[in-house]
């Protein structure tokens, strides 16, 4: 019996794992960060506010944020599963997610992976890690509003990635909605983290007469999985 030939596979290239694992490790510090907001969280849950409205964007332009290693494969499987050529993604931060999900549109012989970020130093920093992990040829990030920036995208779109200020997932989903051809895949992440911000989000997705049939996965800290199935 010959051998079968080396199955190319973007996400477990060197160049790529060695990026990753950097950006994973650099995050586990977010946790040390995130202690030093309890005060305000805690004044914050006292006044009624969601950790939504607490976590402001000065607040959180050090920290990552980021994916796990299982929600980030997830991703990957999921795209490369639907053969996702155009994936867009609304939240890079430092860039840890995009490169699962840039991976997939490469492996997938895809045409591009669109992300978004507001933070100037996270937005520059993202364009470094990519092209450190060799994507940069399948990626591209815009920096601004993101109701600006995702104004215009090639279609139909494959596959959504929510991951931004979670007030926006709705006006962000309903720009992107007539964009998505049926079959496509709209997750969305921190729904356990976030519940009350976005708990009309969820039962948007879940309601079943708004051409999405929706559940969701305990993955992370909550990971809405949203399949189109009307345009």
């Given at each position: 019996m010959?051998?079968?030939?080396?199955?190319v596979?973007?996400?477990?290239?060197?160049?790529?794992?060695?990026?990753?694992?950097?950006?994973?490790?650099?995050a586990?510090?977010?946790k040390?960060?995130?202690?030093?907001f309890?005060?305000r969280?805690?004044?914050?849950?006292?006044?009624?506010?969601?950790a939504?409205?607490?976590?402001?964007?000065?607040?959180?332009?050090?920290?990552y944020?980021?994916v796990?290693?299982?929600?980030g494969n997830?991703?990957?499987?999921?795209a490369?599963?639907i053969?996702?050529k155009?994936?867009?993604?609304?939240?890079?931060?430092?860039?840890?997610?995009?490169i699962?999900?840039a991976?997939?549109?490469?492996?997938n012989d895809?045409?591009?992976?669109i992300?978004?970020?507001?933070e100037?130093?996270k937005y520059a920093q993202?364009?470094?890690?990519?092209a450190?992990?060799?994507?940069?040829g399948v990626t591209e990030v815009?920096?601004g509003?993101v109701?600006?920036?995702?104004?215009?995208?090639?279609?139909p779109l494959?596959?959504?990635f929510?991951?931004?200020w979670?007030?926006?997932y709705?006006p962000?989903?309903?720009m992107?909605k007539?964009?998505l051809?049926?079959?496509s895949?709209?997750?969305?992440?921190?729904?356990?983290t976030?519940?009350k911000?976005?708990?009309?989000?969820?039962?948007?997705?879940?309601l079943g007469?708004?051409?999405?049939?929706?559940?969701t996965?305990?993955?992370?800290?909550?990971?809405?999985?949203?399949v189109?199935?009307?345009?």
């Open positions: 010959g051998f079968s030939p080396a199955i596979n973007a996400l477990r290239n060197n160049r790529t794992q060695q990026v990753l694992d950097r950006l994973h490790t650099s586990r510090a977010d040390y960060k995130f202690m030093g309890i005060p969280f805690l004044w914050g849950t006292l006044q009624g506010k969601s939504g409205e607490i976590l402001t964007p000065e607040m959180a332009k050090d920290i944020m980021p796990s290693r299982t929600q997830f991703k990957y499987q999921t490369r599963a053969g996702a155009r994936i867009v993604e609304f939240g890079t931060s430092f860039g840890i997610s995009t699962y999900l991976a997939a549109v490469k492996d895809g045409e591009i992976m992300g978004t970020e507001l100037p130093s993202a364009i470094k890690n990519i450190e992990a060799g994507l940069d815009r920096f509003d109701l600006e920036t995702l104004k215009e995208t090639p279609q494959d596959m959504v929510l991951d931004g979670k007030e926006l709705m962000v989903l309903e992107l007539p964009r051809r049926i079959g895949i709209v997750l969305a992440d921190n729904i356990f976030f519940k911000s976005l708990r009309p989000y969820v039962e948007y997705m879940q007469n708004n051409g999405f049939e929706s559940t996965l305990r993955i992370g800290d909550g990971l809405e999985y949203s189109c199935i009307s345009e």
